[in-house]
């Protein structure tokens, strides 16, 4: 199975329609949707529509904390991102809304994890963003394979036979062998807002039968994603960051 792995949306039209164009002919068999489909950008509607259209089709979709915050307002956020969500709300249809508060928190598909952020507390929202904060997935799953987002920033861990964590390179592009001796945890990077230094949108495709997990990164309009941003008024920060990527 061919699963594609996208996640931190963050209702960026141009960026999640290149990715699935980018993904059309890659023998696809599966989505997994990591969370977060709204926040920071400027086609909410649109993003959640899609994200809906591929879970009628058999896509997998969890919650992101954006995605929860659309029904919980108490949600921690830092002010940009709060004032987005209040944006976003009233724009949402009723269905739309009740689609992001019903995603569940976590996915397991055999010895395969998906979750938002950490997975020792998927509801907390925590940052796996070194190899010390990569320990306490690994301690609360027993999953072979761990796929999260909420970071912006592709990262790969394994542990080993020896419960030692390291952190791994990743070729662009290319596949990585997913050895069996060890456990993996990847942060896949954002479609919709990198911030990696580079303003691609980023995704990964894994492949079980081959055990391979390839990170990609795929070019948008990002220009008209700003245009959109500074048109309805929202945050200049949010245009930079597209920009830079940063």
Same mark, same amino acid.
């Given at each position: 199975?061919?699963?594609?792995?996208?996640?931190?949306?963050?209702?960026?039209?141009?960026?999640?329609?290149?990715?699935?164009t980018?993904?059309?002919?890659?023998?696809?068999?599966?989505?997994?949707?990591?969370?977060?489909?709204?926040?920071y950008?400027?086609?909410?509607?649109?993003?959640?529509?899609?994200?809906?259209?591929?879970?009628?089709?058999?896509?997998?979709?969890?919650?992101?904390?954006?995605?929860?915050?659309?029904?919980n307002?108490?949600?921690?956020?830092?002010?940009?991102?709060?004032?987005?969500?209040n944006w976003?709300?009233?724009?949402?249809?009723d269905?739309?809304?009740?689609?992001?508060?019903?995603?569940?928190?976590?996915?397991?598909?055999?010895?395969?994890?998906?979750?938002?952020?950490?997975?020792?507390?998927?509801? %907390?929202?925590?940052?796996?963003? /070194?190899?010390? $904060?990569?320990? @306490?997935?690994? !301690?609360?799953?027993?999953? *072979? &394979?761990?796929?999260?987002?909420?970071?912006?920033?592709?990262?790969?861990?394994?542990?080993?036979?020896?419960?030692?964590?390291?952190?791994?390179?990743?070729?662009?592009?290319?596949?990585?062998?997913?050895?069996?001796?060890?456990?993996?945890?990847?942060?896949?990077g954002?479609?919709?807002?990198?911030?990696?230094?580079?303003p691609?949108?980023?995704?990964?495709?894994?492949?079980t039968d081959?055990?391979?997990?390839?990170?990609?990164?795929i070019?948008? %309009?990002?220009?008209?994603?700003? /245009?959109?941003? $500074?048109?309805? @008024?929202?945050? !200049?920060?949010?245009?930079? *960051? &597209?920009?830079?990527?940063?």
């Open positions: 199975m061919r699963i594609a792995i996208l996640t931190d949306i963050h209702a960026n039209r141009e960026a999640f329609q290149s990715v699935l980018d993904l059309s002919d890659r023998g696809i068999d599966r989505y997994a949707l990591l969370g977060d489909i709204v926040g950008g400027p086609d909410p509607e649109w993003c959640v529509d899609r994200a809906m259209e591929l879970v009628a089709a058999g896509a997998w979709c969890i919650k992101g904390n954006h995605d929860s915050a659309i029904a307002p108490a949600e921690s956020l830092n002010i940009t991102a709060r004032r987005i969500v976003t709300r009233p724009i949402l249809s269905e739309q809304r009740e689609f992001l508060d019903r995603l569940p928190l976590t996915k397991q598909l055999d010895d395969i994890l998906f979750v938002h952020a950490s997975a020792n507390d998927p509801a %907390d929202w925590n940052y796996v963003s /070194s190899e010390t $904060r990569a320990i @306490g997935s690994f !301690e609360v799953s027993k999953a *072979r &394979l761990i796929f999260c987002g909420h970071c912006h920033v592709p990262t790969l861990f394994s542990e080993d036979l020896g419960g030692r964590i390291k952190q791994q390179r990743i070729p662009p592009g290319m596949a990585i062998p997913l050895i069996r001796t060890r456990r993996w945890l990847a942060v896949i954002s479609v919709g807002q990198p911030r990696d230094g580079e691609q949108a980023a995704y990964a495709i894994l492949d081959t055990n391979e997990l390839t990170f990609r990164r070019a948008y %309009d990002v220009s008209a994603t700003v /245009s959109k941003i $500074r048109r309805l @008024g929202l945050p !200049e920060s949010l245009a930079i *960051r &597209l920009n830079t990527g940063a």
